[in-house]
C-alpha cells in the first residue's frame, strides 16, 4: 500500500507478517507496507547502496535505469558484471559461464569482488546493486568484505507466469533466456531469495514493489521512495 508524499523528506514504514512454505520450512515474511518509510540521509563521505531485487524478468534492470535517469545512481548489475567478465576471457570465464547456463549463483567472492571494483572505481557515492544479493551467502560475503549494509533494498514482486513471459521476450541473446534455464532459476529464486527478504524486512530496509504494470506505471511507486534524494 503506497501513500505518496509529495516533496516530504520523511516516508514511514509499518509492516505485516505473511508466512511462506518454502521447501519444507516455514518462514515468516515481513511484508513491509511501504506506506511511510524513512530513508538515511545520503552523505557524500560515505556510499548509500541500494539493492535491487526481484526474480529474473521482474524489470529490475529496466527500473535500474529510470533510477538512474532521475537520481544520478551508478547502476551496477551483478549479471553484467559477471557477463563481462566471461566475455573478457577471465580465469573464471569457463566456470561463470557455465554456472549461468545452469541458472545457479555464482560463488560470491567473485561476484563480490566484481562489485567490489566497480564501487572503488566510482566517483559517484549512490550505487544501485541489480540482481544481488541473491542468496544468504552474497548478503553475508558483501557485509564481510564491503563492511556495511544497504541503505535501501527494493523487491520487484513479479508472478512468476509475467517473469517467463517478459523473459523469453527479452531477445538479448543471453544464454540464460530460455524454457529450460528460466525454470531453474525460478526454483533457485524460490529457494534462496526469500530469507533475503525476511533479513532486510525485518530490518526496516525492504521496499516490496508490485512490478506488474506499464515501465512508467511501476516507476511512480518507485520514485517515492527516492523523493528526499537530490540529484
Ligand atoms: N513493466 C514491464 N512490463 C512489460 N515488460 C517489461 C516491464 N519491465 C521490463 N519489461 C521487459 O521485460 C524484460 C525483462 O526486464 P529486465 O529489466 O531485463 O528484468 P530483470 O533485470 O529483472 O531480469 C525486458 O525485455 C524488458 O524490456
Ligand atoms: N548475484 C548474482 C547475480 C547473478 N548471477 C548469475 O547471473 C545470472 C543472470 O543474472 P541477472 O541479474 O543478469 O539476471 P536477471 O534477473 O536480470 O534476468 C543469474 O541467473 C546467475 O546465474 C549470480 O550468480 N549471482
Ligand atoms: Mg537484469
Redesign the pocket.
Known amino acids: 500500500m503506497w501513500r505518496r508524499v509529495a516533496s516530504v523528506s520523511h516516508l514511514f514504514s509499518h509492516s505485516k507478517s505473511t508466512k511462506f512454505n518454502q521447501g519444507g520450512s516455514t518462514f515468516k515474511i515481513w511484508e513491509t507496507i511501504t506506506s511511510e518509510s524513512e530513508i538515511p540521509t545520503p552523505s557524500k563521505g560515505s556510499p548509500f547502496i541500494t539493492f535491487v531485487l ?12 529510470k533510477i538512474v535517469e532521475a537520481f544520478g545512481f551508478t547502476h551496477i ?1 551483478a ?1 553484467d558484471l559477471l557477463r563481462r567478465e566471461i566475455a573478457s576471457g577471465s580465469a573464471y570465464g569457463s566456470v561463470i559461464l557455465s554456472t549461468i547456463r545452469e541458472g545457479k549463483i555464482v560463488p560470491s567472492q567473485v561476484t563480490v569482488q566484481l562489485i567490489q571494483k566497480e564501487m572503488e572505481s566510482s566517483d559517484n557515492y549512490k550505487f544501485l546493486i ?2 544481488f544479493p541473491r542468496s544468504e551467502e552474497n548478503r553475508k560475503a558483501f557485509e564481510q568484505t564491503i563492511g556495511t549494509e544497504p541503505d535501501v533494498v527494493l523487491f ?1 514482486d ?1 508472478p512468476e507466469q ?2 517467463v513471459k ?2 523469453l ?4 541473446g543471453r544464454v540464460d533466456d530460455n524454457i529450460d534455464t528460466i525454470k531453474k532459476r525460478l526454483e533457485i529464486f524460490d529457494e534462496l531469495n526469500w530469507p533475503v527478504i525476511n533479513y532486510y524486512s525485518q530490518r526496516g530496509k525492504l521496499h516490496k514493489i508490485n ?5 512508467d ?2 516507476f511512480e511507486k518507485v520514485r517515492p521512495i527516492f523523493a528526499p534524494l537530490s540529484k
Open positions: 526481484g526474480g529474473p524478468g521482474s524489470g529490475k534492470g529496466t527500473q535500474c535505469a548489475s549479471g541489480d540482481g520487484f513479479c509475467e517473469m517478459r523473459v521476450n527479452r531477445n538479448q512490478a506488474v504494470g506499464t515501465v506505471e511501476i
